[in-house]
């Protein structure tokens, strides 16, 4: 069955450290992928998605993800947190029976000053 | 572009009353749009998946004569909790995934709304 693993519940980093969210997925063709992020009492805003090509993907907010099969994850990145990113994040998968996205549990991310 | 909006953003009602909650897709036409719950610091939970013109389909322990959804038309998708209880209480999001205006193709993304607050007393 597909599914999305986010192992990290909650991160906590620096202002200006570097940051790295996991994800792995669970998917038997070629996946989509997707990461989104919420703040609280939000809605979900797409960060960036991999479809084909390229597996290092660039998304708003100078994060980026890398698309790894052998490892089945994409992982997001960033090179320096800023306070305001803040937020839950989320990995998914496009399920293309039905259009349906399968998500991660999330990652909550806090920034320390 | 791909901008979804929702109304409206909180509603508080008494328990037996039922809520319309209204998800738009203003740029571009939403062919599928997908209705999701969230309980806090857990991640979403699809409910249905809502096709314009057609009845919506829903996941496996959605009640279908609790949570009525409509998608009459490209833009339009409405959920309505009938008869709420204070169980019902929880963050409604929906999204929408079509075309985008354009030309260009958001085909296979998923574009969110900022969700609605229900809170049954």
């Known amino acids: 069955a597909q599914s999305v693993t986010q192992p990290d519940i909650h991160i906590t980093v620096s202002e200006g450290a570097s940051l790295e969210l996991r994800c792995n997925y669970s998917?038997?063709?070629?996946?989509?992928l997707f990461w989104y992020v919420q703040s609280p009492g939000q809605g979900l805003q797409l960060l960036l998605k991999?479809?084909?090509?390229?597996?290092l993907v660039q998304g708003i907010k100078g994060f980026e993800a890398e698309f790894k099969r052998s490892q089945s994850s994409f992982n997001l990145r960033k090179p320096s947190v800023h306070w305001s990113d803040a937020a839950e994040y989320f990995c998914?998968?496009?399920?293309?029976?039905?259009?349906?996205?399968?998500f991660g549990q999330g990652t909550e991310l806090s920034v320390k000053p | 572009g791909a901008v979804v909006s929702q109304h409206p953003s909180r509603v508080i009602c008494k328990s037996g009353t039922s809520v319309k909650i209204e998800c738009r897709s203003l740029?571009?036409?939403?062919?599928?749009m997908f209705w999701y719950r969230q309980f806090p610091k857990q991640s979403l939970m699809l409910m249905a998946t809502?096709?314009?013109?057609?009845?919506?389909?829903?996941e496996q322990g959605v009640e279908k004569d609790k949570f009525l959804i409509n998608h009459a038309s490209l833009t339009l998708s409405t959920l309505t909790v009938t008869s709420a209880h204070p169980e019902d209480s929880s963050f409604y999001i929906c999204?929408?995934?079509?075309?985008?205006?354009?030309?260009?193709?958001?085909?296979?993304?998923?574009?969110f709304g900022p969700g609605t607050r229900l809170t049954v007393l």
């Open positions: 998917y038997g063709a070629t996946p989509y």
């Open positions: 998914a998968v496009y399920y293309n029976q039905g259009g349906k996205l399968i």
């Open positions: 999204s929408a995934h079509g075309t985008s205006g354009g030309g260009s193709s958001s085909t296979d993304t998923q574009y």
């Open positions: 991999y479809f084909s090509g390229d597996t």
């Open positions: 740029d571009f036409q939403a062919t599928t």
């Open positions: 809502s096709n314009e013109g057609s009845k919506a389909t829903y």
